[in-house]
């Protein structure tokens, strides 16, 4: 085996000792990919045959008081999934009814831990979080569903007598790094399907937004440590936030059926446009090239004064007011030209663990081994040089843009400043360097391999 195989071996096995083989999923199998703090397993359904060459994971629960949506999806598995199993052959899905099973027996928003699951997609801190993405490194779906609820009361709409009117919104990754963020192509072929089905249902459907208490509207954060996000920066594929409303006391049976039909359509719906794209899905690349241009730093943009759509609480007919203070865009402010690898140093420990648990590969710096790497510049052309005592991390591997924006210090979500990953004895920092290209290979070979 090649040595950079054996590293991506080494960093698998833990999900592979936890998981074991996935088995054959002849109709229902339940498998558990982990477990939470309390000890309480986090349980995957798969549905559909494992040879089958589309795979699409739908998550839910990650917040522990958001029990509507899972219960959805509950009906949904139990009416339709087999259903679709047997329907859609070119499709296997896998399906996480709930990501936060100690969060769900207390009612809370967050784990045992206090820590919403959410927001914890970079840092790793929960079981439940790295156990999600152990399961999606190891059975690495083409595409990934996440499923919330939302509070569609606010107070400062309350106030006045509103509510938020979609009974399911959606959204795409936000972050102008992600391959398949918002706006892309085939991202809005599968809005506009989810959009007709929405009006065939009959129920409010429109794009995920917070409504601030200025007045101003804008979309789910760019900032990676949701899932939506960092799952599309890490794993290089597209993902799909879906928030139903979450029935209040005041709604009537038949609104909270209506919420629940909705997400139930909705999965339907997305599963079918799945299948119809299996073909563009299976063959999209997951790797990055050295290089290329990437945004590391973000801005929203596009303000815009628009009419918005709320719904009368007294009433419950929908009505459209103004909002000045629109920004329904993100747009990259800062790029930096992707390097073929990042050399860093082995004392940095810290910062190597925390690569290696998001699943990165590298290979240690050979002996007499010349690298060209960045210079400063005042510096002229940089000589080559020779990197004993380094990781090698190369871009040219899956996730490489999210490790870019881990890595460069200019970066908006750069970990580099975090105390925890300096140099441990006497504080100083030893860099971590961008390497352009070594003595073996081309500039367009970024592999680092021989």
């Not at 400043?417 to 070979?445: H, Y």
Request: glycine share 6%; aromatic share 8%.
């Amino acid at each position: 085996m090649p040595q950079h195989d054996s590293i991506v071996a080494r960093a698998a096995c833990g999900s592979a000792q936890l998981i074991g083989a996935l088995p054959p999923s002849a109709g229902e199998t339940g498998l558990c990919i982990g477990y939470s703090v309390l000890g309480r397993p986090l349980t995957v359904q798969r549905y559909g045959t494992p040879d089958a060459p589309l795979r699409v994971l739908l998550m839910c629960g990650q917040h522990g008081d958001e029990p509507a949506v899972r219960q959805a999806l509950r009906h949904f598995c139990r009416r339709e999934a087999e259903r679709f199993a047997a329907k859609e052959t070119r499709m296997q899905f896998a399906v996480l009814e709930t990501a936060n099973p100690d969060g769900f027996a207390a009612r809370t928003r967050h784990n045992a831990q206090g820590i919403d699951l959410n927001r914890d997609h970079v840092w790793l801190r929960a079981p439940e979080t790295r156990a999600v993405h152990r399961f999606i490194a190891r059975w690495r779906p083409h595409f990934v569903v996440d499923l919330h609820n939302y509070p569609s009361r606010r107070e400062h709409l309350v106030r006045q007598g509103l509510r938020l009117p979609w009974d399911l919104s959606i959204d795409f990754p936000t972050h102008p790094a992600a391959r398949y963020a918002h706006g892309h192509p085939l991202l809005a072929s599968l809005a506009e399907s989810l959009e007709r089905c929405a009006q065939k249902a009959r129920f409010r459907f429109g794009r995920y937004g917070i409504h601030g208490a200025d007045g101003s509207m804008r979309h789910g954060t760019p900032k990676p440590g949701d899932a939506r996000n960092t799952l599309a920066l890490k794993f290089d594929i597209p993902v799909l936030l879906i928030e139903a409303r979450n029935p209040s006391r005041n709604d009537s049976r038949e609104d909270r059926i209506m919420v629940r039909a909705a997400v139930e359509a909705s999965c339907a719906a997305f599963l079918q446009w799945a299948s119809r794209h299996a073909e563009v899905l299976t063959a999209t690349g997951r790797e990055n090239a050295s290089s290329e241009r990437v945004p590391v730093r973000y801005r929203r943009a596009g303000r815009q004064s628009v009419e918005l759509p709320f719904v009368q609480l007294q009433s419950n007919e929908v009505c459209w007011l103004p909002c000045e203070r629109y920004r329904p865009e993100v747009r990259g402010r800062r790029t930096r030209t992707a390097p073929a690898a990042y050399a860093v140093p082995l004392a940095r420990r810290a910062l190597i663990g925390f690569l290696e648990q998001h699943g990165f590969a590298y290979r240690l710096a050979r002996p007499g081994e010349r690298f060209v790497t960045e210079a400063a510049p005042d510096q002229g052309v940089p000589a080559p040089v020779s990197l004993p005592g380094h990781a090698i991390f190369p871009i040219h591997q899956v996730g490489g843009r999210f490790l870019m924006l881990l890595i460069e210090p200019d970066s908006r979500s750069s970990i580099m400043t975090c105390p925890e990953f300096a140099m441990p004895g006497d504080g100083a920092v030893v860099p971590v360097r961008r390497v352009l290209s070594n003595s073996s290979i081309s500039n367009s070979e970024v592999t680092l391999n021989d």
